[in-house]
Structures are given as structure tokens and as C-alpha cells.
């Protein structure tokens, strides 16, 4: 398998945080971002619940210099709208590095429509985003991706129990693996605070790094 670039993957795993449905009221969520060991932006999201509809809010920004100029550059925002678990509406806009993406779906008669700009998708069933703070999508066969808009295959797998530090302490969290065609990606969750920790290879000898702050 051809390993993507350092842009590509950046891209694809900021993107891929959006988050989904199952918080409580006016909860955020705030996550550092870090290329290796040197911070390069951040990742917040907020959400809202009202009986069984979720209003969730994302925006991500992070810029990676090099020596005196900056080398890449990255804008996300998203607004998604859950009813019991499921996608029903969702707005996302992202500049990566000068290309950009516009996706706008809705859920209908007929399946959610997923429009790209230049195509136009129905897809069927209970449509999930790659909301890594969302335990249940480990439960799931395919993710929908809010950059591109298009619905990736996914495979999960447990790796096991470990600890690790957040705000100073070492805690106990269960970590998982999941693969698309083109990234695996290692999540870190806690059986009280939930997702705390992202870990991918980018293909270029660095490794980008979610740590919840």
C-alpha cells in the first residue's frame, strides 16, 4: 500500500475528528496537536444535545513552518446535525493548503445525499463521521468523510490496554487501531474521560499526534 504524504495525512486525520453524537449538553473538547513533539495548532469541537438531536460544531487550524516561511497550511470547520446516533445534516468547509473542499448533506426519503460540488451521492443506512470521541464508530464498516464527503471501508482492532500521561498523570486506556485504504490510526480511550489521545504514521518519518488538553 502507498503510503500517503505529510500534507495528505495531516489533512485527512484533522478532518476525520469531526465529531459525532453522544455527549452532553454544551460539552467542548479541546485538543493540541503536534507534528512529533512540536505543536502546530489545534482541534476544538463543541456540542449540543436536545432530546435525541445532537448539534455539533468543529474547527480545526494548524500551520507547519519550515525554517522562515510556512511550509503547510490547514483550515476545517463543520457543522453536523445527529438525530439518535445517525447523520442528518452536515456543512463542512476545509482549506488545505490552498485546495478547497466543500461538502453539504442531508437526510431523506430516498437515503442522505451527500453533494461534493462537482458530484452528487445517495447513500443508505445509519451514516456515521470519523468521530474517534464517538466509541460506536469503532462498531462500524465505513465512516463518512467530511473533507471529500465520500464513505471510506474501515477496519478496527483492539491493541490493548496501556497507560498514558494527560494533564500530568498517568491513566490507564484502552487503545485501538483503525485502517482505511490509505491510514492507520491509533486511538486512545478512558472508561470515564472517553477519547484522549491520537496517534498516525504520516509516511515521512514523523508521527502526528491528538493529545486532549
Not at 476545517?76 to 445534516?89: A, D, K, M, P, Y
Not at 451521492?121 to 464498516?141: H, M, N, V
Request: aromatic share 10%; hydrophobic share 35%; with cysteine.
Amino acid at each position: 500500500m502507498n503510503r500517503p504524504s505529510v500534507r495528505a495525512t495531516l489533512g485527512s486525520l484533522l478532518l476525520c475528528s469531526t465529531l459525532s453524537s453522544n455527549a452532553a449538553v454544551d460539552d467542548s473538547y479541546r485538543f493540541e496537536v503536534l507534528l512529533d513533539d512540536r505543536p502546530i495548532g489545534e482541534h476544538r469541537f463543541e456540542i449540543d444535545r436536545s432530546g435525541d438531536q445532537q448539534q455539533v460544531a468543529s474547527e480545526a487550524e494548524f500551520k507547519v513552518d519550515f525554517l522562515f516561511f510556512t511550509a503547510y497550511r490547514y483550515q476545517h470547520q463543520s457543522q453536523e446535525v445527529f438525530r439518535n446516533g445517525c447523520l442528518q445534516r452536515i456543512r463542512a468547509r476545509t482549506n488545505d493548503n490552498g485546495t478547497r473542499y466543500r461538502i453539504d448533506g442531508a437526510a431523506r426519503d430516498d437515503g442522505f445525499r451527500i453533494d461534493r460540488g462537482e458530484q452528487v451521492e445517495t447513500a443508505q443506512g445509519c451514516i456515521k463521521t470519523f468521530a474517534y470521541w464517538d466509541p460506536s464508530i469503532l462498531d462500524q464498516r465505513r465512516l463518512l468523510n467530511p473533507q471529500t464527503g465520500e464513505l471510506e471501508p474501515v477496519v478496527v482492532r483492539r491493541q490493548g490496554t496501556e497507560r498514558i500521561e494527560l494533564d500530568g498523570r498517568r491513566i490507564p486506556a484502552s487503545r485501538y487501531r483503525l485502517e482505511t485504504g490509505e491510514l492507520s490510526i491509533d486511538l486512545w480511550y478512558h472508561d470515564e474521560l472517553g477519547w484522549v489521545r491520537l496517534a498516525s504514521d504520516t509516511g515521512k518519518g514523523a508521527t502526528l499526534i491528538y493529545r486532549r488538553i
